[in-house]
Structure formats: structure tokens, C-alpha cells
């Protein structure tokens, strides 16, 4: 099942398709970039290029007084100094304009072009750029003011900014050493080991006659002092200079160097020119890349944000060979990009062995290996963080879920065997699992299955929990045929069709549940109207012969029955109704079983726990609060939304309903051992005939265990030491078994904790450049988070007299809220939502892009019908086969390939095995002359919200 | 002051600096666009060039089938055709690969190029084409494929696409009548009368030998037959055939051919050009002026939507400008720019004549001239809408400030009073004002005003109605004060800060009376909670002779006292407490008087309301239902809300606290006839003390008044009519006298309502190309739709029977509404936002970028605490004073200047007048010597969503 924040924790990078650790470290060369002149075959392979910062310095004030600023600077993207704010701006996409390119060329074309130049020092490089071409004194002036060292804006992480190198006039010249601020530049620490610098200086000078050019590549990177922010060796040096004519122009050509150097095809290509001719085709070949936008359409001077995904320098390279080659084969490759990426790639986990148990087996050998690893990989700070977020969620789940269970089975399981079971079949799951990082928790399904058995057998008279235990019995038994057999193999079938209706319809009764049990609440309290006239509670004491006035009952003029009474003479008081029980009197009158002002109040707290949690999931995509903050609000948005519900109903200190938990350890349901008796009050030919529910039951584990099992183990969260699907199923067979004969709740896998797990467990390139997200490594894969929280988990039962203050409305909030995320999250309320929305305004869908909008209706309206059906058999009572009708969803998307094409299916669904291998050769003529299109596709779906305009109205 | 949703009713276009009309028409020749080698300076002046459409057609099917079918069309931006799909693409910025650009120029150099090509038909065109250099047998085959139909996409109204031309084959050569289909085709309707076609034709052709390239510009604009969806006559014709191997070079190159075509200044250039040379030396031109993106940072197939603002015409020639020549002088642009863009340039209007009355009579005498027109201009359709929508905010707003003021003043204004004070003011203004665009109503300021007011007539026992009747003779006397000494002109200096200083108090105290009362309900009807025995009511009747029994008071152990009846023989019911008086009884207990739920139920209304009003006012964003639909939500949202409200009160019929109205057309204070008597119980001194007071409220008058004038008559709503600041404030005067003598609310001009009326009158252009926003026409200045609308509010006055069901809690969250709305659309609260962001997640702000972030703060934290003193000298008994403290904040602004720099003050708030032509000279060093960094500041702030990636996470 999929539960709330799925989306939110979905924890592999956006871009599934980028290959994000080759962009990152700024460089092309592991997936062999190919620069025209320069492919170098045999470079490939190689390590990659170090990481290059460039910083230009603008030389200002001519000509009165002449000092070096750094005005820009790039790692992947543009940061430009706000001069007037003294801040440096967000990072951006940096555009260019095409003339500065070409004059750039023509400069460098005509300068001096140094490769692999063995200065040592800022003094050697700047004799070395000066000597040429310059007379004395013209050199020894340029001299003087290369070696001026330049302001640079270091910004810390208080507000107030600090310039570095204030007095830059005081500094001599041979104070090489790079200075403190330049080591305590925040930046320093973001960037990666190795990562080298380049520095260029653009400027107006007067007294030069000609546009001066100098193109640097040091032999050795060499730190040059205080020349760049950051105390790095460079690598690189250019030098722009000329008379102020050009006005604008240097700075532009200072930039466009930058940006040069910033590309990684570009910066490959110039790490290893061996002449001017080289560097000159390096910048043909980036020309010959360039994205243009018309001036007429787009203003140049508008700051584009840092898009989520950066094109590969894979498709790059493809594109190029397109439009050299353009061979026919290589059009079909979208069709298969997309296959690849949609389709998991049948695992070694997934594949039959044909044995009994093969598949069990080839699990535990797998994981054996990797058992030690998975305790010492634990050693991480880290892992203290999700032990605290994982538990805490742990609880409130086996909070909500068991007060659930408890009304759904009268208190045959309540909050403490919630926490019991939890703990225990966590921690051994934990222990025994192929997939530890897997958390198991009461889930959707399971629990309105449990329900529905116990309306069964309530309706029939069974003893339920002895019942129960024959179908956990059976279920077991089913679980293990399954395992034998290999069935986990078939998970394949499970196309996002069938995971939607699923999800779809579990969402749904989380709504429908939570909102009718908020609504039962108004029918225990009612609210007292005017004219209901429950007005009137007196308490009234029998006379001194024990004998009670006689009430007498008044129809007044079309009202109801009024309560009048002839007293005699007697006692009464306005004493309360429980006080005046307990002193010997009666209570009288309509009103005395009522609770005012408790149904609204309830209302109340149910909607404020729902807002409240749903506001704080918006929080961690918020602008405000340091990341920190708000990923610790939006983390815990259910446990501060209870405590916000808990602490509004303890100020106002009503009577609301509240969570029932027993005071001692001893199972709710009074007069029970923690030993379920194997038959009880029912004939022994229930044991048998108990297999019927198993088996839905069955069905129903297996694609609740399942579904969430291929998605943790998705390949693009990397996980290195492989899925055990045989051996989860097994694990939760033996678990079944366990839970059954004590009377504990039912336990699977559940997705949203567990990706949340995994989510608190992974591993980031800390060093990101400005505007780069960071990178995804991968998960601390070990056993010993997940046993630490069920251990936790154990020791709460001793919460007790804490958890009696949650009000039940609290909880129906929550519950409401993860059923509301979870049916938002899925693709299906996408296309529902489609229904609503003009054309027009439809966002720019990949899905839009392929397929008629009629035919998505027509997919969307199927799967609506599908629903609904569903619904109903769960609404009749023939409600316990829903787990077959959710069985049936898979046989209803093979009738669909029927309706849609293969090509349709493909971006509505996704295709079932056997058709993977028969789409490029069937069915797609229509579409395959224009595959071509395909390739237009970005790997990012650009869908910016409208430009922000800043006007006061005021 | 500033009211809700200013910011959705602010009607001017977004990009202020566009002139949007020439960008609309796709031509630049009105602002002299600059082809480098084509400038002709006779052309200034002439007509602008016509509205080019473009549509690509592509050979598709080599070697099997041909067929033409259109890939792609542009009027100001790019739609695709989504093959897949059938549909068109949102529009988007197109955007090109430079090599397609520099093929396409060879291309076009080596081919044919017709200028003033005679043609009068396709036949006749394709013959042209055709003859030259090829063969006679090619050149007929030629001729025979170009001659073929194409299929067009067209995309109706209804979801299903209908495709043009289904039968391409059947088509013969000679039918050249556009098509029904093409007729029928809603782009036609949406583009401007006088457009013209261009069609680009590309494609593979097997037996072509050579490329082949043919640029032709008619003579005459021809209607080419079935060649483009719209039956436009064309004006330009491109081929590009070629052999197979380019592959997609060929449609690369016809995009390119087309988005050329599609900028303005090509576009003007291709026009004029005499011969091949022109035609690449414009070419060259656009690619002088192209935005370049480097390959590593930006996925080229990713797709930029239109942005809000284009850049203008304007801004390219000067950039061209500064490029070319480099001025010293033409780098102060920018500044000068942001001047006349943010100081409403002093009108004429508010220029001071030096003659006593002097304004007025220039307002009565400019307004006279337009008196006639300004009725015989409301005679169309639009008018009538808004008369519907003014009229529902108008009455909305009587109620809402009705219900109010009657509290306030203890039913002395009721919403009798409001509604009829409404009526008889606000059409009198409009028949009267200088604006009569402006809507009168209660507002905010006057509203707190009047209760305190109230407040100290009640303290000192003055007699209300006649006391504030002297109140308003002096303020009718001042204000006409006002007029005669011109005073009006002074309202230049109400800078930002002195306007978000008066709207945040404002708002705050909206927002603090709503919760305020709200929370005052809960004290009329308390809850009832389970400690404080307010249980039990008994209807207790006298015994025969009379007597009653003795109740006692039981003191029960550390509890509140409670009731006990040692009864005689008596009867008693439990009748409800009105009944039981009705009958003679008497109730007892403590809950006789408390009625249970309605303080929750109050508060479930109260928050109803506020949240369904400000979710309505989403919808208006959203992507759902059409537009019509959406505005009418988004509109009507209050309207709407205290619908809701209404109706679910109605549903539980509870007895909650609902608004007061009278039953009959008199006065709501019992006792008072129409007219005010002059002296009442007051001692006649305090008709002259009343002169106190009223220098107050004068004050406050005059800022609310003049504040909303100056908004109203901005600039960039195109008025035609011109303000009358002196004229409406004589206005406010007379009926400021009127109304205090029938002792009416008083009324000045109410800044949203009046936005929101100018904004359904507003003009907008209907043909306007895909992506593209209509643009903006002016107002339909005119003084029929406000009277309308006020004769309907006084009609109205007989709505009460309706009006009496609307609950109190309702309008309290209307209130809310409105002071959350107010308050969150200023400046001020972002800059208060900011301070809760780490500088890293802070927007691109244009304020950000040129003020240090510690001064923006400093700022925000001096009006923050103006603020704060303002509240601290509301919440004293000085607080009638508080006009005074707010024309105090324009002498905080004064002292502001010896803290903060002139440059600071320009991007932090306004200038005062005095100061703006200093600027330039003084005070600018820092920034100056970086004043071109200015010019990279884009006319918008681009600021998109990251992109939104659609992966499944199930």
C-alpha cells in the first residue's frame, strides 16, 4: 500500500537519468565526452577532471583610482556580486551573448596562449604574461597592478557580509601566502578535494594602446595568493585587458571565458589542448552546442534558476553523433531510454531458479555474506537521527493503527498489543529479513481486512480470536506454498495500474473511515438544538420513605414528550449526574446524558490536526526557517499535530473521547491469556473452513508485502547488497504464525516508513557547488536502526498513562491526513484531476505530449469504473472477497491492451513482461515515423510557475 | 487604505515598462527598431507592420508516401504539434541550435531569394519556384508535391482534434479556395484583423541531388489556398528541401526560418530589404541579439514558457545602442528609468494654480467637457456584468461594516443606516466626483474611528448622534479648507511608508476585532465544561398559595457552590427556560441561561467562512475549470463564503447570534427620527470642543481619501479622463455634511472595491497570439455603472427579511478575510518575511539585489516598530489622537533620509518630490561607478518553480 508523503520520500534523485556523479565532479570524461579535435580514446577511463572554480576579477575606478574586484564567480552556475546589496546573487543559469563569444575569439586568436606554462608563483605568471609583447614600462605597470591584490566579497554565514582584503592598497606585493579570510570562506569547505581554481581579469586600462589577450594553463596548479577567494591551486588564468572603448565588452568576455571554463566538454577539451588551434576548436565545438534563444521572445538580461536536472554529457554526446551521423538505428533510442527507465530491469532476485525454495535459498546465501556488514555499517552518526525520527513515527503509527484495531474488533486488539506485536515482529524482521532497511507496521489493508473478519464473525456468532488464529494458521501455510514455489516472480505483473487501484481504494477508505467515525462522534454527543429541548438534568433524592415522585409526561402542541414532575416532598439538587449517583440520588431529565459542546469540539480537533499536519508538510518546501528546522516540521508534522490536538483538548479539558489503553500489561480484551486457545468456542470444522478468508488474506499480504518490497528495492536508490523477496515473504509467513497464536495485530511491510527509513539513511556528496543539488550516493544499509526503534518501540508499552490523553478526533485527523496524501501522490488523481481542466491550462505533461487527451480520459475513466466497482463489493456484504476483486485489477489492465496500443500503455501504465520484448517491432507505426520528436523530449519536465513581478500596488 | 485583494485587482498590465501595443502587433517600427544595415529613418512614424503567423509544414513518408503536414506554427511563440497526442503544445519560447542558424544562412545564400515576388496564386508561386535552376522533370515533380494539400491540425474548441484535410490525396492541384475547416479555425478569431501568413516548407527528398533553398516575399499578401491553417494571405514563403543525409536538419532549419520571421525586428527588416544582402545582413543582426545558453547548464529540448513580460522594443534598440556607441551619459538609463517608472510624474492634476478653489474650478471645468460621454460610453454589454459584480461587493461590504458600526456604536449605525447612507452617497458621488470610477464605502480607517469616537462620547456621557453631527460640520468645513487652499497637491508626499504603514494598522486591527469578537462569543455562550457544574435546569412552578420553595447553596468540597432545592409540594418541568417564564414558572439552575454548542459551532463558522473565502480566491490561479468560471469564484469569493456560512447554519439551526436588522424602514436606534437634532442632551459648548475631533478625522479622511485617488488615477491604467482630486474631496465634504446631519456612516472613497470596479471595465484587445496575454486598452470611464449599482443597493434596503438569517460569526470571518488579505499583499510583509528566511532561500527580489540585506532589515524593523507604537497609543485612552500619529509617520520618513542613502530610500520606498531631481547628482558614488551592472537587471523578475519532475512513486 502506499501511504502519505510517498512523494516526499521518495528519496532517489529527481533526475533519474542523469548520470549524477559524472556531472557533478564537473566533468565529461567518464562518460566520454568528445570534444571534435580532441577525442583522445584512450583518455577514457582515466580519472575524472578535478572540479574548476572560477572567479573573475574586473579591474575598476579607471581612471582614477584602479582597484581588482571580483565581480563573478561559477562552479556550475553563475553567481554574480550584487554591488549595491553586497551579496552575492542566487546561482543561475548563466547566458551569454553570441558577439562577446566572437570577440573573445578573435582576442585569443591574436593573444598569448600559454599551455602548460611552469610559473610557480603569481609573480612568475605575471612575468611570464607581461614579458611578451609589451614595452618596459608598460610591462612593469601591468606588473604592479596584476600583482594588486583584489577585493573579494566572502560571504559568511552571518548576515553581516565581511570584505575581504579591506585595505587593498596596504598589501605588498610579495605576500603570497593566501590570507585568513581566504581560509575561512565558507565556500572552501562546499567544494571538493582536489578541485582546482581559475582566475579571470577583465578591464579598461588607458594607457594600453591594443586589446591585450592572455590565455593561461599552468604545468603545476598553483595557489596565486590572494587572487582568488578561495585559497585553491589554479589552474587556469586569462587576462583581458584594453582601452575603455569597448565599454561593456571586457566585462562580457570575461564572463563568456568563465563560462567556458564552467562547461565540462569544454574544460576537457582545454585540459588537454596542446596549441592555440585546439583551444580555438574547443570553442567552436561549444558554439556549435549552444542553446540560442531570439531576442524578441526572451530578455536576456532575465536570471534563469538552475534546473533540477542538468542535461547528461551522455545525451550530449548523443545528440552530436546524431547530427553527425544521424545513422537510423540510433532514432530509436528514446523508445528505449524510456523502457529502460520505466521498466525494472528484471533483477537476479527476481529471476526462477525452478526449485523448491530455490529462491529462498539464493536470498539467505545472498544476505549471509553481507550479515556482519550489516552491523558495524551502522557506525555513523547518522544513524542516531533516524533512530529518533523512525521510532517516533514507529509509535504514532502503532498508535493510530491500534486504536483503530481496537474499535474495529471491540478490544480484541488495542493499543498495547499494537505496541507489543510491533515491537516484537520488527525487531525480528529486523534480524531475519533480506530487506532490513524494510520497517514493519500495521498497514491499510490488513486493517480493514481484520475489520471485515471481525464483522463476519460477529454476525455469525464465532469466537473471533481463536478464528483468527486458524486464518493466520492458513495464511502462513499459503505464504510458504508461495515461497516455495518462487511466486515472488510474478510481482512483474504488477503494473502501476494495479498499484494505483490498490492505493487508490485504501486511501479512499482511510478517508471514508475517518470521516464517518468523526461523524459517529456527533451521534454519541448530540448537539442540543433549540428545539430538541434537551434542556433540564435535576437530581433528585428519594423522600424520607424511599418512595420517588412520579414524572408525569406532558405533550405539549406538536412537540415532543415533555418530562414534567409532581414532587413531593422532597430533596433535589443540580448536583451533576455521576455525583448525584454516587450520593444516593437519580438523575432526571433529558439533558442528563448529554455532553454538550463535545461534538463540535471534536470537529474541531479533527479538522485542526488535519490542517496543522498538512500545513507542516508544505513547511519543508518552504522558503522559510533553515533547512534544518523545516525538515524536522515536516518530518514530524503527524507527532507535533497530535501534541497540538493533545494540548488544545487538555487547555479546554473536555470530556472528548479519548484513547484507550489498558493501565497494566495484560492483553485489552479482559479475561484473555496472551495465548490465543486454539479453538474456543468454535466448532472444530471452523479450523478448516478458516482457509477460505486465508487465502483472500493471502492475496492481499502477498501484494501489500510485495508492492512495497519492489519499491524499496528500486534501482535507483543503489543499494548495494540486493533484495531478499523470497526471503521478506518467508519472514512474514513465520511472523503471521507468531502474531496469530498471541493475538497481536497482523504485520507487513510498510512503504512510507520505510522509504522514510531509507530516506534518513542517505548518504550525500556533502561538497556541492552553489545552485547544485546534492548528490545521491546511497543507503546505509545495516540492520541496526530498525532494531534500535523496535526495541524502543518494546519499552513504550510502559507509555501507558501518557497515550490516555490523545483524543480519538486527533487521531481520525491523522488518519484523514495520510489518506489524503497518499491518494494526492499517485499519477491516477494526476489524471482525474485533468477532468477538471480546460485544455488550455493542462500542464505540460510528458504523458500529454504522447498520447490523445481523450484516450488518457478514457484510461482515467476505466480506472475510475474500476474504483467504483471496487467500492461497492466492499460496501456489500461480499466486502471480504475484495482482495480477489484487487487480484482482478490485473486480469482488467490485461483486457485493456485490448482498447490501447502498446505505445499508449507505455506512457499511461507501464507494459507487463512479455510484452516488453515485442513493442519495437509492432504497433507503433503511427507513431514511429515521427519517433524523431521524441528525442525533443526533455529528461526534465520544465514547468516554471509564470515570472514573478515585484510591483507594489500601494 | 489598502484592502484585500488589491493585488488581484490590480488592473494595469504587469510589465509596466512594455509598451505593449507595438510588441502585440509583432512589429517594432513604432519604437524604431534598428536593423543595422536597414535603418530607415523615413519609415518612423508609419503604420506598424502586420502580425505575422508562421506555420511549418514538413515532408513527411520518404520514400514511401509523401505527405505535407504542418509540425509546427508561431505568432509570438512556438506551438509544436504533439504527433503522438494530436495536439498542439503549449506555447513556449522557441528555442534554437546555433549550427541550424549558420546552415541555414549558407542555405539561403546560395538559393534563391524573390523580393516583391508577383505572384497571385499558389500555382503561380510554386511556378516561380520551381523554374529556376532545375530540370524540367524535377522541377514538375517539384511541382506536383508542392501543390499537395498538407494536413493541418485543427484544433477546435471540443477535445476531440479535428484533422484538417483528411483525404490529402483526393485533393486536386487547382482547388485553391481555403478550406471549410480552415474557416472555421478559432485561431482565426484570435488573431488581429490585417495579419498576414508565412509558410515555411522543409523536407527530405530522395530525388533531389542538391539542397535546395528558395526565400520568397510576395508583392502582394496572397491567401495561398489550403498551404496554412488560417485562410490569411501570405506574405513570405520559404522552401528547404534537400537531400536525405542532413536528417533533422531540415526541420531545424525550418524552425530557425520561422522564429526569425516570428521576432519583430527581422521581421521589419525582411520587409524593407531590397536584395540577398539585406536579407543576411538582418539575419546577422538577430543573431547579434541572440541570448546564448551554454550546453553543460541548460537541456536544450527543455521548454521555457512565455515569460509575463517581453523585452521591449525599446530596451533592444538602447542596449544596441550602448553596445554600438557607449555614451557616458546613456549608462544613467537605468535610474532614470526607475524614476519615471515609480514617481507618478506630478500631473496635471495635481499641480498648484494659486487661486483660491483654484483646483476645483480646473476639475469642474476639465470634468464638464466629458459629462456627456460619460454616460453615452456605458452603453455596452461589459457594463452589465460589472454593475452585477460591484453591485454584490457593495452590499456585501454595507452588511459586513453595517453589522459592525451597529455594534460598535451600540445600534446608533445599523445596517439600515448602511445601506441607505451607501445608496444616497454613493450616487451622488457618482453623479458629482472628479472620478467617478471611485466607489464610496464604509472603510477601515473611519470605521475605528467612529468607535472611538463612540468610546468617548459613551465615557463622558455625551449624547452621540448630536455630537458627531458637529463632528462632521467641522470636518465638512475643514476638508472645504482643504480644497480651497489646493491641499490635495501635498499627496505627493505619502510615500510607500507612509501607505503601508496606515494599511498594516488597518489590517491589523481588521484581523484583531475579528478573532476579538469572535472570542467574545465565547464568553456569551460559554462552553460547558465537565468541572463547572453548569448542569441543570429546572422550570419550577409556585405552589398554590403562592410561595416558593427556599433554594440552598451547598458549599461541596473544593467546589463552586451548588444549587439544592429543598421543594415543597410544588410542580416543576423541565420546560425550556423562555416557555417556562411563558407559563408562569420561573427557571432554576445554573445552565438556564447558557446555551451549549454555539461557542464551538460560532467558531467552525467563523473559520469556514475565512477559509472558504481565501480558497476561493485561489481558484482564481488555478489551473481548474475555465476561466469564466474561475474569475467568477474568485470574484464572488465573499459573496460565496457568507453563502456557505448561511447555509450551514441554516442546516443545524442552531440559535446563533445573527445579524441585527430592522423590519421596517426606520431608523435602528429606537426613538430617533431622520433628522439629527443639533444640541440634543449635550451642553452647546461642545459644538465648538467638536472642532477637536474633527481636525482628526479630517486628517484621516484626507489620507484615506487621497491615498485611494492617487491609486486609482495611476498612470499605468491609461485614464483618458483625468483625475479630480480637488473635486472629489469637495465631494466627500458635502456628503460627509449630509450624512452627519441624517446621522448616516460616513463615506470616502474605498481602494479594492474601486480597483475591482475599474477592473470589470477594463478594455483588453480579444485577438491576441497563443502565450501571449491580451493586452491592456484603458477603462470604460463612465458614471452610468456606479449609479446603477448604488440605486440597486438603495432598493436593497428591503432585502432585510433575507439579511436577518446571516450569523454574525460569518462576517467575522469575512473580516478576517479581508484584514489577512490587506496585509499580505504590501511590500512591508515581505520585507517581514524575510527576516524569517536564511539569505540562501530568500527570492530574487529587485530590492535585494542593489540594498544590503542588513538595511533592508533595519527598515523593516523601523516601520515594525512605528507599527508597534501606533498599536501601544490605539490601545491608551489617547487613543482618538491615533490621524495624528499616522500623518507622524511622514515626518519619520523625513528623518529616514539621515539614516538611509537616497539610494537606498529609491529601492526601500519612494522619493519624496523635493528630493527627486537631486538624485543624479549626490549621494550615488558607490553604486555609480557600477551603474551598468543596473542594466542588467531584467524588466521581470524571472523567478519559475523548479521544475516539477512526474515520477510515480508506486
Redesign the interface.
Known amino acids: 500500500m502506499?501511504l502519505p508523503g510517498?512523494?516526499e520520500?521518495?528519496i532517489?534523485n529527481?533526475?533519474?537519468n542523469v548520470p549524477v556523479g559524472e556531472v557533478d565532479s564537473g566533468s565529461?570524461s567518464g562518460s566520454s565526452p568528445d570534444g571534435p579535435s580532441n577525442t583522445d580514446s584512450r583518455e577514457l577511463g582515466v580519472p575524472k577532471d578535478p572540479l574548476l572554480f572560477i572567479q573573475l576579477n574586473e579591474l575598476?575606478?579607471w581612471p582614477q583610482a584602479l582597484e581588482w574586484r571580483e565581480?563573478g564567480r561559477w562552479v556550475?552556475?553563475e553567481e554574480?556580486?550584487?554591488?549595491?546589496?553586497?551579496?552575492w546573487?542566487?546561482p543561475h543559469?548563466?547566458?551569454?551573448?553570441?558577439?562577446s563569444?566572437h570577440k573573445l575569439r578573435s582576442l585569443l586568436a591574436e593573444g598569448l596562449v600559454l599551455l602548460d606554462c611552469p610559473a610557480q608563483s603569481l609573480l612568475e605568471l605575471v612575468e611570464q604574461v607581461t614579458r611578451v609583447e609589451l614595452s618596459q614600462e608598460l610591462g612593469e605597470q601591468l606588473q604592479a597592478l596584476l600583482l594588486q591584490r583584489p577585493q573579494h566579497l566572502i560571504?559568511t554565514t552571518r548576515?553581516?557580509?565581511c570584505w575581504g582584503s579591506a585595505h587593498p592598497r596596504e598589501a605588498s606585493h610579495d605576500e603570497e601566502a593566501p590570507l585568513k579570510e581566504q581560509h575561512q570562506n565558507p565556500l572552501t569547505q562546499k567544494l571538493p578535494p582536489g578541485a582546482e581554481a581559475a582566475a579571470v581579469l577583465v578591464g579598461e586600462l588607458g594607457f594600453l594602446a591594443q586589446p591585450l589577450g592572455a590565455f593561461v594553463r599552468l604545468r603545476d596548479p598553483v595557489v596565486l595568493g590572494p587572487l582568488t577567494e578561495v585559497p585553491l591551486p589554479s589552474r587556469f588564468f586569462c587576462l583581458l585587458l584594453g582601452p575603455p572603448?569597448?565599454?561593456?565588452g571586457y566585462?562580457e568576455m570575461g564572463r563568456a571565458v568563465a563560462?567556458?571554463l564552467?562547461?565540462?566538454?569544454f574544460q576537457w577539451s582545454v585540459r588537454r589542448a596542446s596549441n592555440l588551434h585546439d583551444l580555438l576548436a574547443a570553442l567552436d565545438a561549444?558554439?556549435?552546442?549552444?542553446?540560442?534563444?531570439?531576442?524578441?521572445?526572451?530578455?536576456?538580461?532575465?536570471?534563469?534558476?538552475?534546473?533540477?536536472?542538468?542535461?547528461s554529457?551522455h545525451?550530449?554526446l548523443s545528440?552530436h553523433l546524431?547530427?553527425v551521423g544521424?545513422s537510423f538505428g540510433r532514432r530509436r533510442a528514446p523508445a528505449e531510454d524510456r523502457h529502460s527507465h520505466r521498466l525494472h530491469a528484471p533483477s537476479p532476485e527476481l529471476q526462477r531458479t525452478g526449485r523448491l525454495f530455490g529462491g529462498l535459498v539464493q536470498d539467505v546465501r545472498r544476505k549471509a555474506s553481507w550479515y556482519p556488514s550489516d552491523f558495524l555499517d551502522a557506525l555513523h552518526p547518522q544513524c542516531f537521527s533516524a533512530v529518533l525520527y523512525i521510532y517516533l513515527a514507529t509509535v504514532t503509527n502503532a498508535i493510530t493503527f491500534g486504536g483503530l484495531l481496537g474499535e474495529a474488533t471491540n478490544g480484541a486488539q488495542g493499543v498495547l498489543e499494537s505496541f507489543l506485536g510491533t515491537a516484537v515482529a520488527g525487531a525480528a524482521f529486523c534480524l531475519m529479513a533480506g530487506q532490513p532497511l524494510t520497517i514493519l507496521s500495521s498497514t491499510g489493508p490488513v486493517l480493514v481486512f481484520e475489520r471485515l473478519l471481525f464483522s463476519f464473525s460477529r454476525d455469525y456468532s464465532l469466537d473471533y480470536l481463536p478464528f483468527r488464529l486458524w486464518v493466520g494458521i492458513w495464511v502462513a501455510t499459503f505464504c510458504l506454498v508461495l515461497v516455495a514455489t518462487e511466486a515472488s516472480v510474478l510481482v512483474r505483473y504488477f503494473t502501476?495500474f494495479t498499484?494505483?487501484g490498490f492505493?487508490a481504494l485504501i486511501s479512499l477508505i482511510f478517508i471514508y473511515d475517518a470521516v464517518g467515525k468523526m461523524l459517529s462522534l456527533t451521534r454519541a454527543y448530540p448537539?442540543?438544538?433549540?428545539?430538541s429541548?434537551t434542556?433540564?438534568?435535576?437530581?433528585q433524592f428519594p423522600d424520607p420513605g424511599g418512595n420517588e415522585s412520579q414524572w408525569t409526561r406532558?405533550k405539549l402542541k406538536d412537540r415532543d414528550d415533555?418530562?414534567?414532575?409532581?414532587?413531593?416532598?422532597?430533596?433535589?439538587?443540580?448536583?451533576?449526574?455521576p455525583e448525584c449517583a454516587q450520593r444516593g440520588g437519580r438523575p432526571r431529565?433529558?439533558?442528563?446524558h448529554t455532553?454538550?459542546?463535545i461534538?463540535?469540539?471534536s470537529?474541531?480537533l479533527f479538522?485542526t490536526s488535519f490542517l496543522f499536519a498538512t500545513a507542516l508538510k508544505y513547511v519543508k518546501t518552504s522558503?522559510?526557517?533553515?533547512?534544518v528546522v523545516r525538515k524536522v516540521l515536516g518530518d514530524f508534522s503527524s507527532v507535533l499535530a497530535i501534541l497540538l490536538g493533545c494540548g488544545l483538548d487538555a487547555f479546554?479539558?473536555?470530556?472528548t473521547p479519548k484513547l484507550m489503553v489498558p493501565r497494566e500489561f495484560k492483553p485489552t480484551l479482559p479475561g484473555r491469556g496472551w495465548l490465543v486457545s486454539p479453538f474456543g468456542a468454535n466448532p472444530w470444522w471452523l479450523s478448516v473452513a478458516a482457509a477460505l478468508p486465508a487465502l483472500l488474506l493471502s492475496i492481499l499480504i502477498f501484494m501489500d508485502q510485495q508492492?512495497t518490497a519492489v519499491?524499496l528495492n528500486r534501482a535507483e536508490y543503489r543499494l548495494r547488497k540486493g533484495a531478499g523477496f523470497h526471503l521478506d515473504l518467508f519472514c512474514v509467513a513465520v511472523l503471521m504464525l507468531l502474531t496469530s497464536v498471541l493475538g497481536l495485530p497482523w504485520y507487513v511491510s510498510a512503504t512510507v516508513i520505510s522509504?522514510a527509513h531509507m530516506d534518513s539513511l542517505r548518504r550525500e556528496s556533502r561538497a556541492c557547488a552553489p545552485g547544485e543539488p546534492p548528490s545521491f550516493l546511497g543507503i546505509r544499509e545495516q540492520r541496526l536502526t530498525g532494531l534500535v526503534v523496535f526495541i524502543l518501540t518494546g519499552i513504550s508499552i510502559f507509555l501507558a498513562p501518557v497515550l490516555k490523553f490523545i483524543p480519538m478526533p486527533v487521531l481520525y485527523g491523522i488518519f484523514l491526513y495520510m489518506g489524503v496524501a497518499a491518494i494526492s501522490?499517485?499519477?491516477f488523481m494526476?489524471r482525474v484531476?485533468l477532468l477538471?481542466?480546460?485544455?488550455k491550462?493542462?500542464?505540460?505533461?510528458?504523458?500529454?505530449?504522447?498520447?490523445?487527451?481523450?484516450r488518457v480520459?478514457l484510461f482515467t475513466a476505466i480506472q475510475l469504473a474500476c474504483l467504483g466497482l471496487l467500492w461497492i463489493i466492499k460496501s456489500t456484504p461480499a466486502a471480504i472477497i475484495f482482495p480477489l476483486m484487487l487480484l482482478g485489477l490485473v486480469g482488467v489492465r490485461k483486457t485493456l491492451e485490448w482498447v490501447f496500443s502498446p505505445?499508449e500503455l507505455l506512457?499511461l501504465d507501464e507494459l507487463m513482461p512479455e510484452k516488453e520484448r515485442n513493442i519495437p517491432e509492432k504497433g507503433l507505426e503511427p507513431?514511429y515515423?515521427?519517433s524523431?520528436?521524441d528525442?525533443?523530449?526533455?529528461?526534465?519536465?520544465?514547468?516554471?510557475?509564470?515570472?514573478?513581478?515585484?510591483?507594489?500596488?500601494?
Open positions: 502506499k510517498q512523494e520520500f521518495d532517489s529527481a533526475c533519474e565529461g575598476l575606478g565581480t556550475m552556475f554574480k556580486l550584487e554591488v549595491g546589496a553586497g551579496r546573487s542566487a543559469v548563466p547566458t551569454l551573448a553570441l558577439p563569444l560571504q548576515t553581516r557580509p572603448a569597448l565599454g561593456r566585462h563560462v567556458l564552467s562547461d565540462p566538454q561549444f558554439l556549435e552546442e549552444v542553446t540560442v534563444l531570439p531576442p524578441g521572445r526572451w530578455d536576456p538580461t532575465a536570471r534563469i534558476p538552475p534546473p533540477k536536472c542538468l542535461p554529457q545525451k550530449r545528440s546524431r547530427e544521424g502501476r498499484e494505483e492505493c448537539i442540543q438544538r433549540p428545539g429541548l434542556y433540564g438534568c435535576l437530581c406532558t415533555i418530562l414534567s414532575v409532581d414532587l413531593g416532598l422532597v430533596n433535589a439538587s443540580l448536583l451533576p449526574p431529565g433529558p439533558s442528563c455532553v454538550p459542546d461534538a463540535f469540539f470537529l474541531l479538522l522558503r522559510f526557517f533553515p533547512s479546554l479539558g473536555l470530556a508492492i519499491i522509504l501522490s499517485i499519477q494526476k484531476q477538471l481542466m480546460p485544455a491550462y493542462q500542464p505540460d505533461l510528458l504523458l500529454l505530449r504522447h498520447v490523445p487527451l481523450n480520459h505505445q506512457w507513431e515515423s515521427f524523431r520528436s528525442s525533443e523530449d526533455s529528461e526534465l519536465m520544465y514547468q516554471p510557475k509564470a515570472p514573478e513581478i515585484n510591483i507594489s500596488v500601494n
